[in-house]
């Protein structure tokens, strides 16, 4: 039996908000492809867990111009006729990623007299649309990395602050 000395112990680092998860639902089909992503031989070192790769979904949509646009002309035309009772399952995803689709949820395209999208329904758009730009999830793969790195480097800034 190995018994840990408080030196062997891992100090805890203040990690920034930016470092927190928020809870949300994503479409049965989206998730299925994000398993499938979850699973595929290209997400190695790291190996990247759900709410890296929904985090990376949003962030990839936010990488290009129109981003606004782009989903909720989505959410308009292709989401919006599924079916309202479709399953959902609960995941989470990084704060930062979270705060912009919170923006466009309280945005006036959001609003009276257009149809009020809820945050299931902006995630699993962000999800749709990385999946139809690129399906093989590459790009949604780099941008895991790049969130991870984004977040490294705030807790970098916070922890020698």
Known sequence: MLIATQQELPTPS??????E?????LWTEEHD?????????????PRFRVP????????????????????????GA?????????????????????????????SA????PNPQFQLDQLTTACVALARIEDASGACTLRHAR??????????KVIISG
């Open 14 to 19: 203040p990690w920034p908000a930016a470092h």
């Open 21 to 25: 998860t928020i809870e949300t639902l």
């Open 33 to 45: 492809w994000l398993y499938t992503l979850l699973k595929s031989e290209s997400n190695v070192s």
């Open 52 to 75: 890296d790769l929904i985090s990376a979904c949003v962030a990839q949509l936010f990488a290009k111009d129109a981003a606004a646009d782009r989903l909720f002309h989505y959410l």
């Open 78 to 106: 292709e989401l919006i006729l599924r079916a309202p009772g479709t399953a959902r399952r609960r995941e989470s995803m990084w704060r930062p990623q979270y705060q912009l689709l919170h923006a466009l949820q309280i």
């Open 109 to 112: 395209a959001n609003r009276y």
């Open 146 to 155: 790049i969130n991870i790195a984004r977040r490294s480097a705030i807790a």
